[in-house]
């Protein structure tokens, strides 16, 4: 081709936590390309087939461009006016309780901050929670017993550092692609061994040179007997666990029922395999667990990923170059969501809701008239409550929980007699904008502009190449205006880089270094530079320059003692099967898909790769059940029932099926999986166990 390409834009991929830089060129022709950053350091210039697509999906054709409310299009005034007065009439009438929002890990760290601002410090009220609830809620909640602090430790490198990287219910070909290529080509060039812990043999485990299929939710046995044999082997770094970790003798004393035959009976594996693996961790100093939403959509989703961090704990292993235990997160922004504080759970600025000291510096950093002063409405709790009615009024950004929370015909359920529900969205095209009083046009990806935070704690920019079409604007700027018209001081930001700069503040504000989360060094960033910032690591304190950081390998937890804490794990009974619901339904993503589809769907290439809601099922109980090759089977459970295409293979187990989340009524009209999930959550996390419902399946 002649002259010169155009410029392109720096910005980073709206899908997975991997986080990947992309360069999105707008081609003379008015045509956009796009493709890897070969300088960003999470991907260097990779990019998976969702990335490499993300061209195909930014048709206008089916977006909201105009404010709506009724079904009818408004002016923005009209509609925030409206939003103002129900949210302020709830709040007078029945409490700051009785409003609440629900939010997502799609949302930009700009974004997420003035909803947490709004709801925690104006409203006073914590109920706010976030998407991300279904995501990982259950390692923060398992980071902040064990160090104090919700940090990851490790940075993306360990996993090309280490001699055995071991994957725990995590299909990482699949959905964190892009870490999976680097982690192989660490594999072709030094031999990184493999090891993969998931009931399926998913594309992942079918590269692993020790593949564990265990039973659903068998995790805390298989690492309770891990730390059982390091113990035994003489494997707990005494210099390390003696000075900065407790509770390993209580932790260690919990697991001594885990013997290679109770663990070989729990998982269903073979103690050979088992001792294969417990011989391989032993051995390996460097070593990086990874673990995924197979750990944490369980109802004993924080035991399970305290069982993993008792190991690295025990051993030393942690924050170390290519040994750590390492949570891997969903979504793009499911961490900078955790910066701001965006969970009913957390405060601000990875500060603890609990504490009152903590409580009392946010609410005066941010001259706000209240705070909260109590966790609020967990996700799956937040839409009882409206379905009970103590919820009157409801703003839900760029997430479909009328799909995608568990037990989700409850939730269209509640979405239909909530008094107000404020939609905000790229698209009116989704099961829960039909619930919407007020739907509000948000910007999408390559409109808006922001910050997100990876999986290895790196804050890269998401920059806007095209234009805001019709009157759609960013979520921050529709928080601003709505909370102004609340009577709230403190939301006259006149872009992204003036609430980017506050939130490094608050980070940076009377932390004397005991609080992990700090980048104090961006608090007076100008629009210029904030414009231009280059990916960086967290923390970056005043006057320290960016650089990849670890924690933990000297200690330095958050606790008030100092020391991590090695809580001991009891191992959950298994459940008793019910002879009507002889099966267990397993879900999960595939490769192509993002979330319900509003994005992904619109791309020919990616919608090639599976082109209806479907099961997999085992031969055995598909010859039993007389389920025919690509037959159509009901899938039934307590919570409701759908149809799917039946692919028998021996991937799965035998007793469970896997069914992809993707499929809704908007997209095939039909394979609503996440109606069948049952609504139980994790006691500690209030995350939902997504992996395990009791079901049946049979021929239609
Ligand atoms: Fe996007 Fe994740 Fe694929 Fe990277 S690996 S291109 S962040 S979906």
């Known amino acids: 081709g002649g002259g010169p390409a155009p410029p392109a834009t720096r910005t980073t991929c709206p899908y997975c936590g991997v986080g990947c830089g992309v360069l999105a060129r707008r081609e003379p022709d008015g045509r956009v390309t796009v493709q890897g950053d070969p300088n960003h350091p999470a991907n260097r210039g990779r990019l998976c087939s969702k990335g490499s697509a993300l061209a195909e999906t930014l048709s206008l054709a089916d977006r909201l461009l105009h404010p709506q409310v009724g079904g009818r299009r408004v002016g923005w005034d009209d509609a925030l006016d409206l939003v103002a007065s129900r949210f302020k009439q709830a709040i007078r009438e029945h409490g700051p309780d009785s409003v609440a929002f629900y939010v997502s890990g799609q949302l930009l760290t700009e974004d997420y901050y003035v909803a947490n601002k709004v709801m925690k410090g104006f409203i006073g009220s914590a109920n706010i929670d976030t998407n991300s609830r279904l995501c990982m809620a259950s390692a923060v909640a398992a980071h902040r017993r064990a160090f104090g602090s919700d940090t990851v430790p490790g940075v993306y490198a360990d996993l090309e550092e280490a001699e055995l990287v071991v994957l725990v219910g995590s299909n990482f070909a699949w959905c964190h692609p892009v870490l999976f290529q680097r982690l192989l080509a660490a594999r072709a060039s030094r031999g990184v061994r493999l090891v993969v812990i998931d009931p399926r043999r998913t594309a992942t485990a079918e590269q692993a040179d020790l593949h564990l299929p265990i039973a659903a939710d068998s995790d805390a046995a298989l690492f309770n007997g ?140 941010w001259g ?85 935070t990876n999986s290895e704690r790196r804050i890269s920019r998401q920059r806007a190449f095209l234009p805001l079409p019709g009157e759609a604007r960013p979520d921050w700027w529709a928080l601003a205006a709505a909370a102004r018209r609340m ?103 595939i490769r192509d898909q993002w979330h319900t589809m509003t994005r992904t769907a619109k791309s020919p290439r990616l919608m090639a790769h599976y082109g209806e809601p479907f099961c997999e099922i085992h031969p ?17 459970t307590e919570q409701g029932s759908v149809l799917l295409r039946a692919l028998i293979t021996d991937r799965t187990a035998r007793g469970s099926v896997f069914a992809p989340m993707h499929w809704n009524d908007q997209f095939a009209g039909a394979g609503r999986v996440n109606a069948l999930v049952s609504p139980a959550t994790d ?9 395990r419902t009791t079901c049946r399946a049979e021929p239609f």
């Open 226 to 365: 891990l730390l059982r044999h390091l113990d035994r082997v003489g494997k707990r770094d005494v210099p390390y666990t003696d000075a900065h970790v407790t509770g390993w003798p209580e932790a260690v004393a919990a697991a001594a029922p885990a013997t290679l035959e109770a663990v070989a009976a729990a998982t269903g594996c073979s103690a050979q395999d088992i001792a294969r693996f417990y011989a391989e961790f032993a051995g390996a100093d460097r070593v990086v667990t990874v673990f995924s939403q197979g750990v944490n959509q369980s109802v004993s989703g924080t035991d399970k990923a305290t069982a993993i961090l008792n190991c690295h704990l025990f051993t030393g292993r942690i924050g170390k170059p290519g040994a750590s235990p390492f949570s891997i997160t969903g979504q793009p922004n499911a961490m900078g969501g955790r910066e701001v504080g965006g969970l009913a759970t957390m405060l601000a600025a990875h500060m603890d809701l609990e504490d009152a000291a903590a409580r009392e510096r946010v609410q005066r950093f």
């Open 368 to 452: 706000s008239p209240a705070i909260a002063t109590r966790p609020g409405l967990k996700a799956v709790e937040l839409f009882s409550a409206v379905r009970e009615g103590r919820v009157k009024a409801l703003w839900i950004m760029a997430t479909n929980p009328a799909d995608s929370l568990p037990d989700a015909d409850e939730v269209q359920a509640a979405l239909r007699t909530c008094p107000f529900v404020v939609v905000s969205d790229v698209t009116a095209r989704t099961d829960t904008a039909r619930f919407a009083h007020v739907l509000l046009p948000a910007a999408a990806w390559g409109e808006k502009n922001g910050a997100v």
């Open 487 to 589: 009577g709230f001081a403190g939301f006259d930001y006149e872009g992204p880089a003036a609430i980017f700069r506050e939130h490094a503040a608050l980070s940076a504000f009377e932390n004397d270094g005991a609080r992990a989360f700090d980048i104090g060094a961006h608090d007076a960033i100008g629009a210029a530079a904030y414009d231009a910032l280059a990916p960086f690591q967290w923390p970056q304190r005043r006057g320290e320059p960016a650089r990849d950081t670890r924690f933990f390998s000297e200690g330095e937890f958050s606790t008030p003692d100092g020391r991590a804490r090695m809580t001991p794990v009891a191992v959950l009974a298994a459940v008793a099967q019910r002879a009507d619901f002889p099966l267990t339904l397993n879900t999960g993503r």
């Open 620 to 636: 055995a109980d598909a010859a039993r059940l007389g389920v025919a090759p690509d037959g159509i089977v009901r899938v039934t």
């Open 683 to 691: 006691p500690v996390s209030g995350q939902p166990g997504f992996k």
